[in-house]
């Protein structure tokens, strides 16, 4: 079998790290790299800063350029958070006959809010064989799979308390801008009001992929964000929160069912929590039959495990049965430390 | 679509566990329970000791009445440990053209330790278009695909850690002298040369299953058992070991690759383990990038454990391609609180 040729849309933090992850790799080449702007043209070890010896140092190319029909098994696309956004991303890639993966939040599982353009995505995949898959670290894996892998030692479940506390100080400057860190409780009020501030993306697909598969149609979800106010000051690399300001965003979701809470998620993220005595992790607390008590301290990074995450799903989305795929269609996630070949179904491969 | 059929054979702690977990489940209905000896000719409902309205109170019976051609959607088999000892029970099922799901621990992964039989399985699964899965609560989750899914989240694996720190406090006659509770050290280290004390079956599969996902091949897999001695007394309620005698089994395992290990797995299993300051616990220690520090405390139950998964991955392993699959070939394990019917593709559908 040939190499796993692998093209990537956006390389922003997200596409280079898949980027120089796929070049550590064996079996699986980086055929092409998509980018706007001042990146054209350029060699991609200049913007990975690094060289890969055994990898080519292909050029960062437009879409056009690079998006022909069957140029590679798959391209991952990290450009975009929302379904919307992301559309004619895929739709493009998906015409050309090459599956996707995309760490877009909402594409987790776009039907739970644009079931029009999930259904139109799943009809484009069928008709052109292959599969779209979004994922990711949350949602994609903290907050939906890990969950759902728990309750899979349950004969019956009462109650869900998915929390992630995570730190932000490992995130550059553009995280710090989109939750806030540093500004003022009204200027926080003011973009929560105008969209500006749009928090974590991902709450109604976590909860809708878990109720889903649980099988149970929830009445509602509701959703809230709240300024994380410091009362001492805190420094992180790229950010900064005097006492007073907003040091981070408190986002909490719920999925009720029969008037009930069944689904509750608690997301607290902010810069330096461990200066304020906050202790980071993932947590799976299930009120069932069994009980579970999980947690995992530190909490996963984001970025890290967003890369991973889009990387390790690559042989499952290629193998999937064509059409709109999610995390709950697919084999279990894991690490591939050999070679992508053999993960891959002969009759899957495109090129 | 009709109601889920399901066929329990082995009316025991799990296979008993199985058919209440099931009663109470809604579009699923126990349609044939099979044992031998007295339990024949008995009603379900004696024999579960409860009565479940909405269920028929079906009729013990013999393999012979109650194994026909397509008679259900399904067979859960839970009578023995060894793929071996199972075969037959299994051959006899998937030649009447049913699925099996089967609690036997080597059933995990059989190709660990008995490739041959594994092919045939295989086969007869695919002549006869249905599918066999072997899971439990470990191996099939914790020690496996627990540790699988967290390693979803990384680019890369230096080591891996899974720890099973439980209590056998809640287990019954039998499992205390599988596990040689209260016996001396010398009886101990006789039962462990004879092969009559086992210990916790499923290393071999775990690590094996954990490798071919990583796409690793390893040099060698060890394993050892040793007695835990206490040096106090301990008492059960099915159980008890005084000082100086057996309390419970140590058993250690390694996965090495590269004449280093990979995968090693730790698991002390004994009763009563809070009297000595022992904290029980599920644990997965990844040493990559990014770490993996996950706890859940105090562990899943085996028991409940295994009759939850094994009722669970119902859907996933009659949807499945036909042959003999594994926890690695599906889609992710969950809870299912709403109707079964609703998680069955309409063409794996058998009665």
Known sequence: MKNVKVIIWGMGAMGSGMAKMLMKKTGVDVVGAIDIGQKVGKPIFDVLGEEFPNNENIKISTAEEVIKEKAADIVLICTDSFTAKAFDKIKKVVENKINVITSAEEMAFPKAQNPELAEKLDQLAKENGVSILGTGINP???????????????????????????????????????????????EFEQGKADGSLAGHVGFPESISMIAEALGVKLDAINQSMDAIVTDVDRKAPYGEAKAGSVAGVSMKASGIKDGKELIEMDHPQQIEPEQVGVKTGDYVIIDGNPQVNLVNSPEI???????????????????????????????????????FRDQIHEEAKIV
Chains 1, 2 share one sequence.
Request: proline residues 6%.
């Open 140 to 186: 994609g894996l903290i907050m939906d799979v890990l969950v759902l892998v728990m309750t899979g030692a349950c004969e019956d479940i009462h109650h869900i308390t998915s929390r992630r506390v995570n730190s932000l100080s490992p995130f550059g400057k553009a995280v710090m801008e989109e939750q806030g860190i540093g500004i003022s409780v009204a």
């Open 301 to 339: 990074e984001g970025g890290v495990g967003t890369i991973a995450m889009c990387v390790n799903m690559i042989p499952q989305t290629i193998n999937a049965r064509p059409g709109l795929v999610s995390m709950i269609d697919l084999p279990i996630p894991h690490a591939i430390l050999g070679d």
